[in-house]
């Protein structure tokens, strides 16, 4: 109990600064004051910090080293208030979850990801690029050769960047955002009540994933069994406009968490798409509303009108009459108002009170602060109680761990950590990143976020054995921080572990040691795992890795498609990635249809699926293209970018001869870059070395030197 006293919230004293613009502090200092006051009630000494007009993020991020490596009160998070330099990254593709556009800086904001892990990882090296001429906030920077490849973040951080919404100029919603939040901490309210959605088109609508996701919040928060608790889920096709029942819900006053899947854009939430349909009368009217949704942009585009018609009438046989309406100004407007009611957008604030004290929204850029208005700021300058919002500044994969940790937050843990931890370059924390829940287990002995900064080894391997999974996941990934813990020790706590969470952490921990055959024995016996997390997963990191090893667990998984829609789809993106002969061999020698009611068929199925779809054999055509003496160089270009999604594992030798060959600077370079992304490959060791020697070859052009050295970087993981 001596180590749990000395872990005490009292004892840590670490320091958060709050960095806030001249104009913001001058007009909101009062608040701003209360707003620290809050924040060392929670056992951090706080420190105001004015920004003037003059900073830069290399003047600023200076500031934020010396204070994290005082010896006083070192911080150990902060906030940035108002007009802050955002950091704009280039290069940094690697380090987000999906953001992979061609960058050009003749349109440098769309080729850029706004990121403060420029402010929050310390170890990450940049060169300043330029300024943006019509938005002075935004800096472009590039990540540097040699800097480190990863994200693994020094500090958590937040934003509080205000907007004129609301009727409100965006000193007045920052005013009242202010006192909002410090209202909200002082009644040290617990997580016990969240709230689950899932959103049109996401994660496949696999019912299978949901189900799944929602026990293992069971496992997160085992106190929301209890009858005084609630974890509730609405899936976007219980209704045809579910964003009604969505507002509804989030506006219960006693809400403390929301997860919210769905797509998304930087001022709206896709919440629908037209809905299934249940009579032939609804199958017409979809029909009917298809028509006239294509001849009006057929027509917006320049069609005569009668041309667009009669296209359709002809090409689906459909009556002439149903067009008839189809211009008036009455058609029009009724099927306006019906999309509009599909999805959620910002105006739909003007009357949404949304109360959740934390809000994930798990969707592509609605967390885009680089913006004027965005639609995390909606949520969080309102006049519910919504204090803290995790989301996203750029686009953002479906399949990600994107609720690492959540379990901790019903132990305590500030917001903040939840990104720290889990710091793809596009999430980001919108609002107060030291909002933290009253733990729900009084008995617990110690304060999480100082453990999270001052607990060694000892500590967290008995935290191996705590009663929850979170703790158990957080304290593998620290012990793998610390080299503390072997890839024996987690595939053993991966096999006889009964948690799903706790399983899933393993893996996830095992795939940072890519080339151990514990990792691949993971991914063989993940396939089959109980939990659908852990089976989607380990058919991504099996396509990502290639072993041939996997091979026949991956035919066993195939031939069951009863594990999931969305297990399904990555599986068979994976296979792309294996040899087809490989394949074909295994599935002949398997025989995994042998107890189907027609085991011919399914076979004979399964073999033209592999040839046609999923096998290395659907890129012999591009593997092809690049030997041959005349490419088309468009599409060389376009196959080398699809590699970054599909490391195309049997061809790694090929593509590493025609980067010795390429005639094009440009895309050598882009080849290299694309290498990079070999890293959970079990043929990344032999890539590195060739990359290496293409790095330290004064021959070649510095371009292609300096993307071999960071892809070399990346690849020994």
């Not at 969080?380 to 959540?406: H, M, T, Y």
């Not at 490419?631 to 490391?647: C, G, H, I, T, Y």
Request: net charge neutral; with cysteine.
């Amino acid at each position: 109990m001596a180590l749990c006293g000395s872990l005490t919230a009292d004892a840590a004293r670490h320091g958060f600064a709050i960095f806030v613009d001249s104009i913001s502090h001058s007009r909101v200092s009062a608040e701003l004051d209360a707003y620290a006051r809050s924040v060392d009630r929670q056992g951090l000494i706080s420190e105001i910090v004015v920004v003037t007009p003059q900073v830069t993020p290399d003047s600023l991020r200076s500031v934020i080293r010396s204070m994290a490596s005082r010896k006083q009160s070192p911080i150990e998070g902060m906030v940035f208030v108002g007009d802050i330099p955002i950091p704009m990254l280039l290069d940094t593709q690697h380090f987000t979850s999906a953001f992979k556009v061609v960058q050009n800086m003749k349109r440098p904001e769309r080729s850029a990801c706004p990121s403060d892990r420029f402010y929050d990882d310390l170890s990450l090296k940049f060169d300043f690029v330029s300024r943006d001429d019509k938005k002075p906030l935004l800096y472009y920077y590039s990540l540097r050769p040699d800097s480190p490849q990863q994200c693994a973040p020094t500090l958590y951080s937040g934003r509080i960047k205000s907007m004129d919404f609301y009727g409100k100029d965006r000193y007045e919603n920052l005013r009242d955002y202010l006192r909002k939040v410090v209202r909200v901490k002082e009644r040290a309210e617990r997580l016990d009540r969240m709230f689950l959605f899932s959103g049109s088109g996401y994660n496949s609508e696999s019912p299978i994933a949901r189900q799944d996701e929602k026990m293992s919040f069971m496992e997160q928060f085992p106190w929301m069994r209890r009858q005084a608790s609630s974890l509730d889920y609405l899936d976007h096709k219980h209704t045809t406009f579910a964003k009604y029942t969505l507002m509804s819900y989030m506006q219960q006053p006693d809400l403390s968490l929301a997860l919210l899947h769905h797509h998304g854009s930087p001022v709206k939430e896709y919440i629908n798409r037209y809905p299934d349909t249940r009579s032939t009368r609804d199958q017409l009217e979809g029909a009917k509303s298809f028509f006239r949704s294509k001849i009006r942009n057929a027509v917006e585009s320049g069609t005569p009108l009668d041309s667009a018609c009669a296209y359709y009438v002809r090409e689906y046989d459909v009556p002439r009459h149903w067009f008839d309406t189809v211009m008036d100004s009455a058609s029009i407007a009724a099927d306006s108002v019906y999309n509009e009611r599909l999805d959620l957008h910002l105006h739909d604030f003007d009357r949404y009170r949304p109360n959740a004290r934390v809000v994930m929204l798990d969707a592509c850029f609605n967390g885009s602060f680089n913006n004027d208005v965005y639609l995390a700021g909606a949520y969080v300058f309102g006049e519910g109680d919504c204090v803290s919002v995790i989301a996203n500044s750029v686009n953002s994969l479906q399949d990600k761990w994107c609720d690492k940790s959540i379990g901790l937050l019903g132990l305590g843990m500030r917001v903040g950590n939840m990104v720290k931890y889990n710091p793809y370059l596009e999430s980001h924390i919108l609002g107060d990143p030291t909002f933290a829940f009253a733990p729900a287990d009084d008995r617990l002995g110690f304060d999480i976020n100082t453990a999270l900064v001052e607990a060694p080894a000892s500590f967290w391997k008995k935290q191996l054995r705590s009663p929850y999974p979170a703790m158990q996941a957080m304290a593998m990934e620290k012990l793998a921080d610390m080299h503390a813990i072997t890839p024996g020790q987690l595939l053993d706590i991966f096999t006889s572990s009964t948690y799903g969470v706790t399983r899933f952490a393993a893996l996830m921990n095992l795939s940072e040691s890519p080339g151990s055959p514990e990792f691949v024995e993971s991914l063989r016996l993940g396939l089959n795992d109980s939990y659908e997390l852990v089976r989607r997963f380990s058919a991504i990191l099996a396509g990502k890795n290639g072993s041939p090893q996997l091979i026949p667990a991956i035919i066993a998984a195939y031939a069951n498609s009863l594990k999931g829609e969305r297990v399904n789809f990555q599986l068979q993106n994976a296979m792309q990635l294996f040899d087809y002969r490989s394949l074909i061999d295994e599935l002949e020698s398997q025989r995994p249809y042998r107890h189907s009611y027609d085991e011919a068929e399914m076979m004979t199925q399964a073999r033209n699926s592999i040839a046609d779809r999923f096998s290395s054999k659907r890129y012999d055509a591009d593997i092809e293209r690049l030997a041959s003496d005349n490419p088309d160089m468009r599409e060389v270009k376009s196959f080398v970018r699809q590699l970054r999604n599909n490391p195309l594992h049997p061809s790694a030798d090929k593509l590493l001869a025609y980067l010795d060959k390429c005639p094009d600077e440009a895309l050598s370079v882009s080849l290299a870059e694309a290498l990079g992304w070999f890293d959970y490959s079990y043929r990344a060791p032999e890539i590195a070395r060739r990359l290496a020697e293409v790095a330290a070859d004064p021959a070649r052009p510095q371009r292609l030197r300096d993307e071999a050295a960071k892809s070399v970087a990346r690849l020994k993981k």
